[in-house]
């Protein structure tokens, strides 16, 4: 049997918030997952995770995941298999059959949903994903930036239908196509990306993520049960630097070619008093200026957390008055190498800054 | 024009009369354990007292831990069947999959799934289908259940899906008593839902309730319309509360924070309200409660209500206080202070006689607390200082000095400083709360996506903030009073036709007759 161990019904509130914050306010909100994992857990299905290191050249590694709105996923809850029956559809299109499930993203909802499929089709799923934290787009996964074959691929919606996109010129013509299908579905499908190989896996995807959620969530989780600082915790176990600590004063949104833009303006308080720091999101939190200057810029990850309880805030549900702790959480390196950068990098997303890792920073 | 302002808490009944922005009079009761008889004391006391003849009176607001009580305590929930449209999707969390075990049982677990309900854009996911929902219906009346929650997916851009199956429902079950989730709230369908099962289970107990109030108010010889407090600081009519008693959860740490800003005149401020059981410690912020900012739970129920952010411990007036080792609450006397405390000739020792002994209050026979070893009095109220001072620590947001205003019967408890911050308690202090109630003002709410491709933003914005300010007339408000308090406009990632969530918020002061 396959070296693989279970996931349990405490570990889906960790991993629920582990996620959350790896979602550096975007990606999803993760708590209707976690309802689902624990339905099928209840029922008698399993939840087992393939160590990183487990991994076999041979295997054949599925990434499934969630693509539609945030919004759409809070509202029209999914009927359950649809990233179960895309994974399937591609199977019988590529006449191949999965052997483990990945996350293409760890961040946020979809961090959950492969456990999901991997439950109804009794596969394992890899501790690893194609991001380390949210991104908006499908091409910003480090399988396609690393050269994965970005097709073909596999949308299915509740209602019966499945779409597979045979042959696409790129990772951006996946997204692109991806997305309208999705639309049309209804803002909410699931999605399956073209399966690879274990060797390729082991070379492209950024690994551990699910360990690295859990441990975050547990942090967390420990912490508040002791009365100890969670956010403190979080910080020692990412090796992140608290970037502010402040009460929200100003959220500016707007809608530009369908990301949700925006700023958030954050008051100091504590060490910060008389400091204000700005927050430029879109979807996740991409840039943080403190007093005018940039102190982390995406790829890093800036994650925007209660100041008292930790528990992870979103883009979309921030708020004036909400007192809040920023902080800068480093990239894995695979997403901040010269070839990663051109896809994730400041630029990628419209901004005139070059990438300086966080680490430098401080 | 004068108000009275009534605050039925677990421990205390309030009731003020107060004339435009004058407190003319306040008088404190026991809650009975009727809750009506409490009521109606409180009335008799208040109006005998001030010697201000019943007919003057133009209105009643009453905030009330009623519907909180029955939610938290499983008590008076009429079953309730839970009707959601949106098949094939979201069959993966039926209608309340996270709610606490016992609460689904107390309502009977009588739960359905239909077609119907919409995608974002207003497409139908599937169209709704008659027949299957009158088999729902006709299953659900041979339960013998009469209560029923409707949600459908979406249904907050659309809500004629909803409409149509309560029309269905009732061809079934005339007397049904129907909530439809689009009526309540939100965006969220899971959190929406929840509200309208909870509501449609406290229908029963709403119209007994709402009945008991008008004869309590007809008993003390008065016939001005009363009203009930809602989560937000604001109103609703008798006649809206009894359809909608969810909305009143939550109202009584609200209706104290507004009241202790009225009677301080202060705006951003932390407020200590100290209560029989417990106390709540919240922040103003220019004037009104900050909100919570994460999800809500009511009962073991997640919602999506808009809760002022309130800390709350397990210590009030009738906080029982055992020695060695020094412990004090969370077991309270309750409303039973009056015969089980010391200074009253009972056999339990509780917070209210620490007090007493310390000389910090004048309440009930001093004599019967002489005898308490100082050294362990001082022991008890230093503990009891540190704990609210550590409450207090947690809801500041800058280490600025900030006043604490300390509102409510409890009060006697508190030294006139909280940790190194100067304490405020404003005329009137003990009955903040029936305060807030009597100076609560009237709201109406929208939160809708619209497709702004469709409709300009100034349009829809515009028909956000009519309907808004029409709800708020429906509700009660004057309509020549009623401003928008609140815009909220949220555009929405990945969806085409630039899909922007609008919620706007409308207040205006009471209509009177």
Request: aromatic share 6%.
């Amino acid at each position: 049997l396959r070296r693989t161990w279970k996931l349990n019904d405490a570990d889906l509130d960790a991993l629920t918030i582990g996620a959350a914050i790896l979602g550096t306010g975007g990606g999803g909100n993760p708590y209707l997952g976690k309802l689902r994992a624990r339905a099928l857990l209840r029922q008698g299905y399993a939840v087992r995770i393939l160590p990183f290191d487990a991994l076999e050249d041979d295997d054949v590694v599925v990434s499934v995941g969630g693509i539609g709105a945030p919004v759409v996923g809070i509202e029209k809850i999914e009927k359950g298999d649809e990233c179960y029956r895309a994974m399937r559809a591609l199977e019988a299109y590529t006449r191949c059959r999965a052997t483990a499930l990945i996350p293409a993203e760890v961040g946020g909802s979809n961090s959950i949903e492969p456990l999901i499929a991997a439950a109804y089709a009794n596969l394992p799923v890899v501790d690893a994903d194609g991001m380390g934290r949210a991104f908006p787009e499908v091409q910003m996964c480090t399988y396609f930036i690393y050269g994965a074959r970005p097709y073909p691929a596999a949308l299915a919606d509740e209602k019966g239908n499945t779409v597979i996109l045979g042959k696409v010129q790129d990772m951006y013509w996946l997204e692109k196509l991806a997305r309208t299908v999705a639309v049309d579905m209804g803002a909410a499908a699931g999605f399956t990306l073209p399966p690879m190989r274990g060797e390729e896996v082991r070379r492209t995807a950024v690994p551990h993520t699910l360990t690295q959620a859990l441990g975050l969530g547990r942090a967390v989780l420990e912490a508040r049960a002791r009365r100890k600082n969670p956010i403190e915790r979080v910080l020692e176990v990412a090796k992140g630097v608290l970037l502010f600590a402040g009460k929200v004063v100003n959220v500016q949104r707007r809608i530009e070619k369908g990301f949700a833009r925006g700023q958030v303006r954050i008051e100091g308080v504590e060490g910060f008093k008389g400091s204000s720091l700005v927050l430029e999101i879109q979807n996740e939190n991409l840039i943080a200026r403190r007093d005018g200057e940039v102190v982390a810029t995406v790829p890093d990850l800036i994650t925007v957390l209660d100041l008292e309880t930790a528990e992870p805030i979103t883009t979309e549900t921030v708020r004036y008055g909400f007192r809040v702790a920023v902080l800068g959480l480093p990239a894995h390196p695979r997403l901040k190498t010269p070839r990663a950068l051109e896809v994730v990098g400041p630029r990628a997303f419209g901004y005139d800054l070059d990438y300086r890792p966080l680490e430098g920073r401080v | 024009m004068i108000r009275v302002g009534i605050d039925v808490g677990g421990t205390n009944t309030d009731a003020v009369i107060m004339e435009r922005a004058q407190v003319v009079h306040w008088v404190k009761t026991p809650t009975t354990v009727d809750v009506m008889g409490g009521v109606l004391k409180a009335l008799e006391l208040v109006l005998g007292e001030s010697g201000l003849s019943p007919e003057r009176i133009g209105a009643v607001m009453i905030g009330t831990t009623h519907f909180t009580n029955a939610i938290v305590q499983r008590r008076d929930l009429a079953p309730t069947a839970a009707i959601r449209l949106g098949l094939p999707a979201t069959q993966a969390l039926p209608p309340m999959v996270d709610w606490p075990e016992d609460l689904r049982r107390a309502l009977g677990e009588h739960i359905y799934l239909a077609h119907g309900g919409f995608e974002f854009d207003g497409r139908p996911i599937s169209p709704l289908d008659p027949l299957e929902l009158r088999k729902i219906a006709e299953d659900i009346k041979a339960k013998g259940v009469r209560n029923v929650a409707i949600s459908a997916v979406f249904s907050p851009i659309n809500p004629k899906i909803e409409v149509e199956a309560a029309r269905i429902v009732r061809e079934v079950i005339p007397d049904a008593q129907i909530t439809l989730s689009s009526e309540i709230g939100r965006i969220g369908l899971l959190e929406r839902e929840n509200a309208a099962i909870l509501n449609a289970s406290l229908q029963d107990l709403g119209y007994k309730i709402v009945r008991a109030f008008s004869q309590a108010l007809r008993d003390a010889g008065i016939s001005a319309p009363f009203y009930l407090t809602q989560n937000d600081g604001t109103l609703m009519s008798a006649d809206f509360a009894e359809k909608f008693p969810v909305l009143t959860i939550a109202s009584g740490p609200t209706n104290s924070m507004r009241g202790a800003a009225f009677l301080s005149g202060i705006k951003e401020a932390i407020v200590v309200d100290v209560g029989g059981t417990t106390t709540d410690v919240g922040a103003l912020q220019h004037g009104f409660p900050r909100e919570a900012s994460i999800a809500v739970e009511v009962g073991g129920v997640r919602t999506n209500f808009r809760m002022p952010d309130v800390f709350s411990l397990g210590l009030g007036g009738g906080s029982i206080v055992q020695r060695d080792p020094l412990k004090i609450g969370p077991e309270s006397v309750g409303f039973r202070l009056t015969e089980e405390a010391w200074v009253f000739g009972g056999g339990t020792l509780t917070a209210t006689d620490i007090a007493v002994a310390a000389g910090m209050a004048e309440v009930g026979d001093a004599q019967r607390v002489q005898g308490l070893d100082p050294t362990f009095v001082e022991a008890a109220v230093e503990r009891m200082q540190q704990m609210i001072a550590d409450a207090v620590d947690r809801m500041l947001l800058s280490p600025e000095p900030i006043p604490v205003i300390v509102v409510g019967g409890g009060s006697i408890l508190v030294r006139d400083k909280v940790g190194n911050l100067p304490t405020i308690k404003p005329d009137h202090y003990p009955v903040a709360n029936a305060v807030g109630a009597a100076i609560a003002q009237i709201s109406g709410e929208v939160d809708r996506v619209y497709a702004l491709a469709n409709i300009p933003r100034e349009k829809a914005l515009e028909e956000a903030r009519r309907e808004a300010k029409q709800r708020a007339v429906e509700a009660g408000a004057d309509p020549s009073t009623v401003e928008i308090v609140e815009v909220e406009d949220v555009p929405l990632a990945y969806l085409p036709g630039n899909a922007t969530r609008i919620r706007v918020k409308a207040v205006g002061d009471l209509r009177l007759a």
